[in-house]
């Protein structure tokens, strides 16, 4: 999908001339990717009439730079097509929030559950993770080994066979012992049957959670809308997980089980790493599906990221003041390209023998472990220079919460360090990045 319509967009900054018809054209390419990836009819009408609309032949014969009034129009059409525009629902500290997961077998619901109950956990909330899943013969070994390698208290029988007792009993225990986050994974079937919507009502109507997380496989193409509008006629759908992003996943689904449902898109899994769980947000995501494989539509889609990220941390720089924040989400817009190979390999010059021994999953998988650590700290110290952290106890801390060791913890401060004295010398009024910054 990224492809095609990336190369469409090139092809017309070849054009001499941007007329309406150039714009028709572009139109009409860019409509058949979406479509050929399984997006609705109506959805992909919609989009066309938008675009024409923004893209006013008036306002474009006097505008400056003709192809990026289209590209963003484009662009934010596509946006809007993964965001439905709704808040997403968040857990509220001091409250006893309850999740439950459904989805159909195979989606990612057991392994989504325990990376979702890992990052709320690092944000230092009390979770707990209920089976509530009796159909599949192995699930409550499966979340019993996930949960214990990520510290993650668990509940579950072998005994009882009802899965609605088994989530009601869960439930009541965590909540007895003053947890603040209970996560509840349910079965799924291979098909979407009358008999698994029935077991989700019941279960819904027993727990009645805060809100209900639709985990579909990012893989399935074809299918994403109809599972989608199956699950959103018999549970009250609040938000959805992505799975399986890693793999050559392009977005096509996620768009349609969005419109589908009309939820917010609140996690992609990228791996089956309990860390390989990454914060949705739509600029980033459609930013990726346009760059793969296109080394032009990536460069732009980076520099626009770039430009809109960046925003605070130029800011800052321009006073001297690079803080652990900074860092985060330089490594955060990285993470969002997708995988480093894939990244390199679109770099010109970057031949297969040059690429030889550069492992990128391990560097991918570094960066996440980097990500955890960030998440891991408080607001107060993310926007610090790194000071606090010379107080061992909060270091342990970090260390306890991101599951990364003390002393790659120490190496990564200590870049963050190094970098920082460079932009505190190039920084302030006098400096060369205060006198770059027209905001300072
Ligand atoms: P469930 O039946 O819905 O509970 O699905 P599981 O959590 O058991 O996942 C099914 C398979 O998909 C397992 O082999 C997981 O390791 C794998 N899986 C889940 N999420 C991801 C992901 O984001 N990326 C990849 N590559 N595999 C995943
Ligand atoms: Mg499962």
Redesign the pocket.
């Known amino acids: 999908l990224g492809t095609r319509i990336s190369s469409a967009l090139q092809a017309l900054s070849k054009e001499p001339v941007i007329d309406e018809k150039a714009v028709d054209a572009l139109l009409r390419e860019i409509c058949g990717a979406l479509l050929e990836s399984d997006v609705n009819v109506m959805l992909v009408h919609k989009l066309r009439q938008n675009v024409k609309k923004r893209v006013d032949m008036g306002a474009l014969a006097t505008s400056g730079n003709k192809r990026k009034v289209i590209q963003t129009a484009v662009f934010d059409e596509l946006c809007s097509l993964v965001d439905p525009g709704v808040q997403p629902w968040k857990p509220r500290k001091g409250k006893q929030n309850v999740i439950m997961f459904v989805g159909l ?1 195979g989606s990612g ?2 392994t989504s559950c325990t990376k979702l109950a890992a990052y709320y956990k690092r944000k230092g909330m009390k979770v707990g993770l209920v089976c509530a ?1 009796t159909f ?1 013969a192995g ?1 409550f070994d ?2 019993k080994q996930n949960a214990s390698r990520a510290h993650i208290p668990f509940y579950g029988s072998y005994a009882e066979a009802d899965p609605v007792q088994i989530a009601m009993d869960g439930v009541a225990q965590f909540k007895d012992s003053k947890f603040e986050l209970i996560i509840v ?1 349910t ?2 079937r291979h098909k979407q049957e009358a008999e698994l919507f029935a077991e989700m009502e019941q279960i819904a109507a027993a727990i009645k959670p805060d809100n209900t997380i639709f985990v579909m496989d990012g893989t399935i193409g074809q299918a994403a809308d109809s599972q989608a509008r199956a699950f959103k006629e018999s549970v009250d759908i609040g938000s959805i997980i992505i799975t399986k992003m890693d793999g050559h996943a392009k977005g096509g689904g996620a768009i349609s089980a969005v419109a589908a449902t009309g939820s917010p898109i609140v996690f992609i899994g990228t791996g089956e790493h309990v860390h390989d769980l990454d914060q949705f947000s739509a600029r980033p995501f459609v930013s990726k599906m346009l760059g793969m494989g296109d080394i032009s539509g990536l460069v732009e889609t980076v520099q626009d990221m770039h430009l809109e990220k960046n925003e605070d941390m130029m800011k800052n720089l321009a006073k001297g003041v690079f803080t652990l924040k900074d860092m985060r989400d330089q490594l955060q817009n990285i993470l969002n390209m997708g995988p480093l190979n894939k990244l390199m390999g679109m770099v010109p010059g970057m031949s297969p023998e040059m690429m030889k021994g550069f492992d990128a999953d391990e560097s991918t998988r570094r960066l996440r472990s980097y990500m955890s650590v960030f998440d891991s700290m408080t607001e107060i110290e993310l926007n610090s220079d790194g000071k606090y952290f010379e107080d061992e106890s909060r270091l342990r801390r970090v260390a306890r919460g991101s599951g990364v060791r003390p002393v790659e913890i120490q190496a990564l401060l200590h870049q963050h360090r190094q970098f920082g004295q460079i932009v505190k010398k190039m920084g302030g009024p006098k400096g060369m990045l205060g006198k770059m910054n027209p905001a300072a």
């Open positions: 077998q619901k057991t899943d599949r699930a499966q979340l994974d079965s799924g």
